[in-house]
Nanobody, 122 residues
Framework: QVQLVESGGGLVQAGGSLRLSCAAS??????YGWFRQAPGKERDFVAG????????WYADSVKGRFTISRDNAKNTVYLQMNSLKPDDTAVYYC?????????????????WGQGTQVTVSS
């Protein structure tokens, strides 16, 4: 039925770039987010995008470096990550919700992907 699959993670040196993709199937969502979680740490909000708001929203730690976007025809959301830092190292997750517009909290979302690993070396 509903599935979210993240991809695009990998190993990159500090200052490099990666683009993550999240492909949704089974349903059409109006709200997507990106969260990340390092080993032993909490899952933190990174970026969110919704059809009910004027613009995406970003965590302070990634503003000016990361860009979230979506392709409605493909049911896919992206996270373009530039100027990567070692502190960006984490598993990145793509959650989605069907009918609401909130995206800042994990509890806002109905479905989650399995995550993709991003490792940034110094």
């Amino acid at each position: 039925q509903v599935q979210l699959v993240e991809s695009g993670g990998g190993l990159v040196q500090a200052g490099g770039s990666l683009r993550l993709s999240c492909a949704a199937s089974g349903r059409t969502f109006n709200t997507y987010g990106w969260f990340r979680q390092a080993p032993g740490k909490e899952r933190d909000f990174v970026a969110g995008i919704t059809s009910g708001g004027p613009r995406p929203w970003y965590a302070d730690s990634v503003k000016g470096r990361f860009t979230i976007s979506r392709d409605n025809a493909k049911n896919t959301v992206y996270l373009q990550m530039n100027s990567l830092k070692p502190d960006d190292t984490a598993v990145y997750y793509c959650p989605a919700r069907l009918c609401g517009f909130g995206y800042l909290r994990p509890s806002d979302y109905d479905y989650w992907g399995q995550g993709t690993q991003v490792t940034v070396s110094s």
